[in-house]
């Protein structure tokens, strides 16, 4: 199983991003995919995820209304758009895969990405 963030890059506040995750590997369809961040000198938080059945979706409170997490199953790709960016967004982000919908449990997550760095100025 592969997953391959992307999309990552240099951003001022008030801008947009879109990150990407591709995988292999796993029946992509019957996964919950997560994204999850990590700033320097924190730990690894939840950003949102996306449920493989029933098409639910959960956001954290930092990225509601701000972010919108989707998906593409026939192409087994998973997507984070990120508008209203803020400095305090700075983070690697990490796509993750799991067979549960427990969103913001990272332990519930199978399989993960090796991130993509986002940076916003100010």
């Known amino acids: 199983v592969q997953l391959q963030a992307s999309g990552g890059g240099l951003v001022q506040a008030g801008g947009s991003l879109r990150l990407s995750c591709a995988a292999s590997?796993?029946?992509?369809?019957?996964?919950?995919i997560g994204w999850f961040r990590q700033a320097p000198g924190k730990e690894r938080e939840f950003v949102a995820a996306?449920?493989?059945?029933?098409?639910?979706?959960y956001y954290s409170d930092s990225v509601k209304g701000r972010f919108t997490i989707s998906r593409d199953n026939a192409k087994n790709a998973a997507y984070l758009q990120m508008n209203s960016l803020k400095p305090e967004d700075t983070a690697v982000y990490y796509c993750?895969?799991?067979?549960?919908?427990?969103?913001?449990?990272?332990?519930?997550?199978?399989?993960w990405g090796q991130g993509t760095l986002v940076t916003v100025s100010s």
């Open positions: 993750a895969a799991s067979r549960y919908f427990r969103p913001s449990a990272s332990s519930s997550y199978d399989y």
């Open positions: 590997g796993l029946t992509f369809r019957s996964y919950t």
């Open positions: 996306f449920r493989g059945s029933g098409g639910s979706t």
